[in-house]
């Protein structure tokens, strides 16, 4: 978790220019046609979207009412519930899975970013030369 918000916090910071992302894709490979982002500001626009409905989730796991969870204490037990325990690791596994990837993604693009960056000025010192 805390990989993912230092990542998209260095995404944040270093892409001052977003639109230089504008037609420029994915060097992993990714296929837009599979219906993902196309281009890398896409992409950026994106993962900056769902930073905050990650941190929301995270506060509304964090920040139960306890009226809700004395409805759970008293619930009758029906025997549908009996593999919490692997329902709840089949869930956080697949949540780390997400994370994972999204922090790759935001690892990526920052780096193609600086990499455009660099491009850019190693341009402008050829063409002043």
Known sequence: ME??????Q???Q??????LL???FPQDGADPA??????LYER???LKAIKPV?????ASVTDQSPTSNADADTAPYDGIDGNLEERLSHHMNGLQQVLTDLTKNTKALTRRYSQILEEINLGEGQSSS
């Open 44 to 46: 950026y626009q994106l």
């Open 14 to 19: 270093e892409v001052m220019f977003p639109s």
């Open 10 to 12: 260095k995404m944040e």
């Open 54 to 58: 990650v941190e929301r989730g995270l």
């Open 22 to 24: 504008r037609g420029v």
């Open 34 to 39: 599979t219906g993902g982002p196309a281009d």
């Open 3 to 8: 990989q993912y918000f230092s990542a998209t």
